[in-house]
C-alpha cells in the first residue's frame, strides 16, 4: 500500500509522544527508527498492520480511539494541504462518492501495475436512492479507519448522517460492507466554498 497512512501515523505519534515515542514504535516493529514512508511509493502491507498495532499498544488505547485521533488530524491537513479536493464536492455525500477516484489519483503514481489496480479495487461505491454503499476490501481490514473518516468528513461539511457497516471482514464477511444515510446540514457548515 501507499506509504501516506504509514506516514500520517508516525507524524501523529511524534507530535502526541515526541520522538522517543515514533522510534520506540518502529522499533517495536522491527523497523529502523529512522524510516520514512514516501507518499507515492507502495509498502508492505504487513508493515503498517504492525505499525498500527505497535501504536495501540505503546499508547494503550483501542485501535478505535487511534483512528479517531488519526482521522482528527488526517482531515484537517488534508484540508489545508490538498483543498482542491474539497472545493470540488460540494456536500459530504460528493466527496465521499470521490474518495475512491482521490485514493486512485494517488494510486496512478505507482510504477507497478499489480500495485497500481489494488488501490484501485478496494473500494467501489454505489449510489442507492440517495445513500452511498460502500464496499471496501483489503488485507488490511481498515473499516474502523473508514467510519472514523467519514464521520469527520460529515462533520467537516456540518452535516449528520448515520454509518452502518452492513457486513464486515472482521465478522467473516467477504467484504465490509457501509450504507451512508445523508441527513444534511446541521448548524455550522464548516466547509466554504466560494
Ligand atoms: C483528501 C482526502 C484523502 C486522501 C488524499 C486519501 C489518500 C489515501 C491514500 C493514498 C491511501 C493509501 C491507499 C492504498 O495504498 O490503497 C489511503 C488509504 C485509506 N483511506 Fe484515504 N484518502 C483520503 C480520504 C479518505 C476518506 C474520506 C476515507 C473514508 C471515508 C478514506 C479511507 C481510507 C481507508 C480505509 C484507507 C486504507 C485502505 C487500505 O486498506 O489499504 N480516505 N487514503
Redesign the pocket.
Known amino acids: ?2 506509504g ?2 504509514q506516514h500520517t501515523l508516525l507524524v501523529l505519534l511524534e507530535r502526541e509522544g515526541g520522538t522517543s515515542l515514533r522510534e520506540r514504535i518502529l522499533a517495536d516493529c522491527g523497523l529502523p527508527v529512522d524510516s520514512r514512508f514516501a ?1 507515492h511509493k ?1 509498502f508492505a ?1 504487513i508493515e503498517c498492520s504492525a505499525l498500527i498495532t505497535a501504536a495501540a499498544a505503546r499508547m494503550d488505547i483501542d485501535e478505535e480511539t487511534l483512528w479517531g485521533l488519526y482521522a482528527d488530524y488526517f ?1 484537517e491537513e ?1 484540508h489545508q494541504l ?1 483543498p482542491r ?2 472545493e470540488m464536492a460540494p456536500t459530504a455525500r460528493d ?2 462518492l470521490r ?1 475512491p477516484t ?2 486512485c489519483t ?2 496512478a503514481g505507482l510504477r507497478d501495475a499489480e500495485a497500481r489496480s ?2 484501485r479495487d ?1 473500494f467501489h461505491i454505489t449510489e442507492d436512492g440517495d445513500d452511498l454503499v460502500v464496499r ?1 476490501r ?6 474502523k ?2 467510519r472514523a ?2 464521520e469527520r ?1 460529515l462533520a467537516l461539511y456540518g452535516e449528520t448522517g448515520e454509518i452502518q457497516e452492513e457486513m464486515c471482514r472482521h465478522h467473516g464477511h467477504e467484504a465490509c460492507v457501509f450504507r451512508i444515510r445523508f441527513h444534511g446540514h446541521g448548524c455550522d457548515i464548516a466547509v466554504a466554498h466560494d
Do not use: P
Not at 138 to 143: E, H, K, M, T
Open positions: 500500500m501507499i501516506l497512512i507518499i507502495d502491507d482531515l488534508a490538498l479536493f474539497f466527496f465521499l474518495q482521490i485514493h494517488f494510486g489494488q488501490v478496494k471496501y483489503s488485507n488490511l481490514q481498515l473499516c479507519l473508514y473518516l467519514a468528513v
